[in-house]
């Protein structure tokens, strides 16, 4: 099939790609693909599946990942392991961007690039018929390229040890970007919940700076309700954020009905 016929939807990425804020919605809870098509007539861009926190199966990640692409909101799945098994899989499913918790050293980094990426930036296997590309058979050198430019790899920073190695975590090829885990940083400097701590603020200006330097994105999460924050690192560069989730968007409209 020729190349000008095949591509991979991914509208986050063009987004963030072009310097635009974009928010992205979590989605915990919510498993059927109803929710893929509430968040695109809502306007939202890419939605945020969290494995990590939840007790979400595979086969339910694909389901919702599948409907994500269909109805055009980039389906991005945090993993919770950096094991191969689970990289290959949801990448397999149609992952327009695989976020990897808890990264922290160059080695580790490495490593993810070349079990989640195609020859010549990694060893992922071939499989055929992707659902990112609409089950259309292409040849192997086609899909290897598309999906290793198209699909993202973005580990997340979430001790100060990763923040002083965000540089070299960049330079990375087959590194697509960085998600600052507030939350973890937070506890793992010791002030946990303590979003105006210079400890805080200063961290996340050194990877989101280091993203700027290297022209990869870099995303926030954890401070959905610190829009303060959230447009200070927008203005220094950072690009994308974790700005609601599914369990508290119904929840909030839960307690406005029983007022």
Request: net charge negative; with cysteine; glycine share 10%.
């Amino acid at each position: 099939m020729a190349a000008s016929t095949v591509h991979v939807s991914n509208p986050w990425r063009d987004r963030i790609l072009k310097g635009e804020v974009c928010s992205v919605m979590s989605c915990k809870y919510f498993i059927t693909n109803e929710i893929a098509m509430m968040a695109r007539m809502a306007g939202i861009d890419g939605m945020f599946i969290d494995m990590e926190h939840n007790v979400m199966i595979i086969r339910e990640v694909s389901q919702l990942v599948t409907a994500c692409n269909y109805v055009g909101v980039s389906p991005i799945v945090r993993i919770p392991s950096k094991s191969h098994w689970h990289l290959s899989r949801i990448l397999d499913a149609g992952a327009a961007a695989v976020v990897i918790p808890h990264c922290e050293t160059v080695a580790q980094v490495e490593g993810i690039v070349k079990d989640a990426k195609y020859a010549p930036l990694g060893r992922r296997g071939c499989a055929n018929n992707q659902p990112i590309l609409n089950f259309q058979s292409v040849s192997t050198n086609l899909q290897n390229e598309l999906l290793n430019r198209d699909t993202m790899v973005i580990p997340m920073i979430e001790t100060p040890g990763a923040v002083e190695l965000a540089d070299e975590f960049l330079a990375i090829p087959g590194v697509d970007g960085i998600l600052v885990g507030s939350n973890d940083l937070c506890t793992d400097l010791n002030i946990p919940g303590e979003y105006d701590n210079p400890l805080y603020i200063n961290s996340v200006e050194k990877v989101v700076k280091a993203g700027v330097k290297a022209g990869k994105p870099i995303g926030i999460g954890g401070i959905g309700g610190r829009l303060d924050l959230l447009e200070k690192f927008f203005t220094l560069g950072a690009t994308w954020s974790l700005s609601g989730a599914d369990g508290a968007m119904v929840q909030a409209g839960m307690k406005q009905l029983g007022k």
